[in-house]
Every structure is written in C-alpha cells, then in structure tokens.
C-alpha cells in the first residue's frame, strides 16, 4: 500500500517504474468510461509495439496494464452507472491491470477498495492511474487466490483468457460466493469464460485494441456469479 500524499517526486522515488510508464503511454479516457482517465498504450508510442525481447530488455513483462480491456471497460460501467453495486462495501479488484475497474469503485463510494495484480508494474500503474483520477486505492502486488474472504464484492475483469489460469480463480470466487460475497465478472465472452452458474445482468459494445483482442469492437457483458 502506497501513501499519495507527498507529490509527485516522492511518488516518483516510490515507484521507480512510474517514469517508464509516464514515457511509454499516454493519458486517455476508455470510450465506454470517459469519467476516468488512464495511462495507456497509443498506436505512435514505443510501448505499443514493442516484441516479447524488447519487453523483457526494458525490463516489462506484457504490459496488459497499458489498455483498457473490454471487460474491464464494460464492468467499470456497470459499476459507474448502478454504484450501489459497490457503495459503502469492501471491494477487491482481482487482476486489476491498470485500475480501471478499482477507480470506478472508489469513484461509485465503495468503503474500501484493494487493487491487486501480481504484476509489479501494474501496481505502479495503477498508482499513477489512482493519483491522476484523485482516489485512494489500497494496492496489493501479491496473489490473493486462496485467501480468505476480506471483501463483500469481487470485481473480476478479463481473467477467465488461459485454461490453466482459469482452474485456478473459478474454484476460489465460488468459495468467495459460498461465503457470502458478490462476485461481479467483466468478460466479452471469451473460450474459458464458464458456462454455468453465471447470470448476465448487463452488455455493452466495448471498443479496446485490435492489437490486444481480435477485433476492434467487442461485445462485452457483465456477470453475477450466482450461489450453486
């Protein structure tokens, strides 16, 4: 968890990717959120095009925390447009990328809000990101799959992309369930996303990159994980 109430040089000290990020992205609104601003990757910046070798050479994994995707889009919506979804509540944002989904919570009046990803550099992402929308997000960079449930709703964007990954997050958000939280799911329909015990409760048409997805438009909805 980092404190935001020194400045910008202090910040940078703290976060030592923050230049990085500032230099390789651009500020913009998601289409289907304007209401919030987010570093992100642009089609004329390095970041954008940069192969897996100069990735790792600038010392970055795949930087999924650069776009605005479309489930986290449309579930940043959903919340910005019913906030009592999350008013008042413990929120977790799991696999929250850039902060997209965490922001529109706080902004909404969630109690509380944790931010994670296991990505170090989404974590100083989504610092920047909750600084220059004016929200304090508690921001874990460690993988919370498995813990005991803290929070009253869990919101998922875009996880459900990769079987193994897949295995492991279904059985705890049905545990989470069981134990009496909500469980909102962000997704444009992808292969692993699951069949049963989801109930739809919103669609939208959610632009994103046709770099990242395979289509510059997609179809995005928002799931309640229901009690089976």
């Given at each position: 968890m980092w404190d935001d109430a020194d400045g910008e040089e202090d910040l940078h000290e703290m976060l030592p990717g923050a230049s990085l990020i500032e230099d390789s992205t651009r500020i913009?609104?998601?289409r289907l959120v304007p209401e919030i601003e987010l570093h992100l990757a642009a089609d004329d910046l390095p970041l954008f095009r940069m192969g897996e070798d100069e990735l790792e050479a600038a010392g970055l994994g795949t930087p999924y925390w650069a776009f605005a995707w479309a489930g986290g889009q449309a579930l940043a919506r959903y919340i910005l447009d019913t906030p009592s979804v999350v008013r008042g509540?413990?929120?977790?944002?799991?696999?929250?990328?850039?902060?997209?989904?965490?922001?529109?919570?706080?902004?909404?009046g969630a109690f509380d809000v944790t931010a994670n990803d296991i990505d170090p550099m989404a974590a100083e992402a989504m610092q920047l990101n909750a600084d220059l929308n004016g929200v304090y997000l508690d921001i874990v960079a460690e993988d919370l799959v498995g813990s005991v449930n803290a929070w009253d709703t869990v919101l998922?964007?875009?996880?459900?992309?990769?079987?193994?990954?897949?295995?492991?997050?279904?059985?705890?958000?049905?545990?989470?369930?069981?134990?009496?939280?909500e469980v909102l799911v962000g997704d444009p329909g992808r292969f692993y996303l699951p069949k049963l015990g989801l109930q739809r409760i919103a669609s939208y048409h959610a632009p994103t990159t046709s770099l990242m997805e395979d289509s510059d438009l997609r179809n995005a909805g928002v799931w309640r994980f229901q009690d089976i």
């Open positions: 913009e609104a998601p509540r413990r929120v977790l944002d799991l696999g929250a990328g850039s902060g997209l989904v965490a922001i529109a919570a706080a902004k909404a998922v964007g875009d996880v459900f992309y990769d079987a193994e990954i897949t295995g492991l997050i279904l059985p705890w958000l049905k545990s989470l369930v069981a134990d009496g939280a």
